[in-house]
């Protein structure tokens, strides 16, 4: 039977190949550094999302594809808020006052950190995939759809907030 430590010690190391910089939350200075890296790389991805779906929908506007632009002027404003929130608190040194986090802390925050990660590698697969859809009913389910993904990132970044000012 593999510890909890052992059977985690592969995710830690996808997020430092994913995230150039990534230390994870050993010591305080990691940690500060660690923080700022994950959130400027969510920050970039969100923003190549934001990008790909622009063009998308100006290919729909053009197509005459959708009658209901709502699904996009919401997902937008989500997308632009989210990423404004990862700016900054990316920018915040503060970020992390404890002097060091529980090691139990730290495996919590990086398991929230990797599961942030695959949410948004979701959404801009998502995304990307846009191009597939044909009909207008089939593109606004998939609009919904992105919606959910953009508040279940957000949700995950408040718990992961959260966790980090409790300890």
Do not use: W
């Given at each position: 039977?593999?510890?909890?430590?052992?059977?985690y010690?592969?995710?830690?190391?996808?997020?430092?190949r994913?995230?150039?910089?990534?230390?994870?939350?050993?010591?305080?200075?990691?940690?500060?550094?660690t923080?700022?890296?994950?959130k400027?790389?969510?920050?970039?991805?969100?923003?190549?999302?934001?990008?790909?779906?622009?063009?998308?929908?100006?290919?729909?506007?053009q197509?005459?594809?959708?009658?209901?632009?709502?699904?996009?002027?919401?997902i937008?404003?989500?997308?632009?808020?989210?990423i404004?929130?990862?700016?900054?608190?990316?920018?915040?040194?503060?970020?992390?006052?404890?002097?060091?986090?529980?090691?139990?802390?730290?495996m919590?925050?990086?398991?929230?950190?990797?599961?942030?990660?695959?949410?948004?590698?979701i959404?801009?697969?998502?995304?990307?995939?846009?191009?597939?859809?044909?009909?207008?009913?089939?593109?606004?389910?998939?609009?919904n759809?992105?919606y959910?993904?953009?508040?279940?990132?957000?949700?995950?970044?408040?718990?992961?907030?959260?966790?980090?000012?409790?300890?």
């Open positions: 039977m593999t510890s909890i430590a052992q059977r010690e592969p995710r830690d190391h996808d997020l430092a994913t995230i150039q910089g990534y230390e994870g939350y050993e010591s305080a200075d990691q940690s500060v550094h923080e700022q890296r994950l400027s790389y969510l920050a970039d991805q969100l923003r190549q999302v934001e990008i790909n779906l622009s063009q998308f929908e100006h290919r729909c506007y197509q005459r594809k959708l009658s209901n632009l709502n699904s996009f002027n919401r937008s404003l989500s997308l632009k808020m989210l404004q929130s990862l700016q900054e608190a990316a920018s915040n040194h503060q970020a992390i006052s404890a002097p060091a986090l529980h090691p139990s802390r730290a919590q925050l990086e398991q929230q950190d990797q599961h942030l990660v695959e949410q948004v590698t959404l801009s697969d998502e995304v990307e995939s846009l191009d597939e859809l044909d009909g207008e009913f089939e593109i606004d389910e998939m609009l759809h992105l959910d993904l953009l508040d279940g990132i957000n949700q995950t970044l408040s718990e992961r907030e959260f966790l980090m000012m409790n300890d």
